[in-house]
């Protein structure tokens, strides 16, 4: 079978040397490949770079070259005066030529958030669209609660809002995404995920379709390793793996800091995946009045799988803040170690946490979050969460029943295609 994947990185391609190459994309990659010898993988992406299709073995990286311009100020004119759609336009004719080249028997799309699910009109082969963050609904939830549009222009003002080159922006761009996904959803005849979220989001885009439950294969930094109760009667160490948007609760991480600090809870909270300088923090720290480091609070930016680990080992609770999520790979790291975890009840965060497999809060209820993670210096409580979230991490991240999984939902997609 030759397969054809159009996804947001390269997979495992120049892996190393690229940054943001390998992740669970290049996961599912090594043990599809391990697995199913005979089958044929190519993996096309858009590169600011690369055009040259490089093969290693029975695998065949094919880069779509696109970029806004060749330095700072050409990309900022770019997004000033630029047209999103003319972009889209550009890069769908661009894949469509790889597909051509490649003609692959089935095309697993990656998401249809980014600018390459332009191309799902012009595909006239069998595919599926593998559901990753569906912009449609974070809209709803993009600013936190007792934020509004005008904190968009005092936390870009002056310079970035008149470029129009900052948050304002960065808006205007999830309002496009997310029209894209609409008017492509319908194009969708088959989807895969993970959650019950993931299937309603499914049959509201595109309503009939058929849906294939397949879950994510995780990087292999989390196994082999077992979480264990350790807290010292003294402080409450706390995870927490985020992105820097608005929406993934940085807000929600300051304000139950403060809360366990006014009541006179020792805490030592570590959150990754967003940097202590980065422009958005700052302006939380700002409207909210809360210095991270006068409530334990320490930001660390992006990190390599191990340091994850390696943090999640040492820590007493995994705390996930976002106001919504899909199926949260941070989540999912974590219940793989066994680690005790609480999150929002939003998105798919119930599915992952099922059979009591973790603590879910109502969004901007910080006492009730707080109480919470006071609750996990209890060896009982903690044990308890964390055995049950081992087993329902053991039955989901389960690398043999992936791979047969999508190769079955891959030969289903082929049979729908001819049957139609």
Known sequence: ?????????????????????????????????????????????????????????????????????????????????????????????????????????VIHVWGIENAYASVIPLIDRPFVVHIQGLLSEYLYVYLPYGFSKHDFFKADFPVRWFLRAGNFRDYRHAQHRAAREIAMGKYVKSWIGRTDWDYTMSQMLSPGSRYFHCEEMMRGDFNGAKWQYHYDGKTIHIHSSISPEWYKGMDIVLKTAKILKDQGVNIDWHVYGVGRSNDRLKYFIK??????????????????????????????????????????????????????????????????????????????????????????????????????????????????????????????????????
């Open 287 to 420: 409207k909210l009045r809360i210095v991270p480091e006068n409530v334990s609070v320490n930001f660390h930016g992006r990190v390599d799988g191990k340091t994850i680990r390696d943090g999640l080992l040492s820590c007493d609770t995994y705390v996930h803040p976002a106001y919504i999520e899909n199926s949260s790979n941070a989540i999912a790291e974590a219940m793989m170690l066994g680690v005790p975890t609480i999150a929002n009840a939003v998105g798919g965060n119930a599915t992952m946490l099922r059979h009591n497999s973790g603590v879910l809060v109502a969004p901007n209820e910080s006492y009730i979050l707080a109480f919470a993670i006071m609750e996990m210096r209890d060896a009982e409580i903690a044990e308890g969460f964390s055995e049950r979230a081992l087993k329902v991490a053991k039955e989901r991240q389960n690398a043999d029943k992936t791979v047969e999984t999508l190769v079955e939902i891959y030969k289903q997609v082929v049979h729908i295609k001819k049957l139609s």
């Open 1 to 105: 079978m030759r397969i054809l994947w159009i996804a947001p990185n390269g997979g495992n391609y120049k892996k190393g040397i690229v940054k943001g190459t390998g992740g669970w994309i290049g996961a599912l990659q090594d043990e599809l490949t391990k697995r199913v010898p005979n089958l044929e993988l190519g993996i096309t992406f858009i590169s600011t770079t690369d055009n040259e299709t490089i093969t290693e073995g029975n695998v065949a990286y094919l880069p779509v070259q696109f970029s806004t311009g060749g330095n700072k100020v050409a990309t900022i004119l770019h997004g000033i005066f630029g047209k999103l759609t003319n972009d889209e336009e550009v890069i769908a004719q661009k894949i469509k030529q790889r597909i051509d080249e490649y003609r692959p028997d």
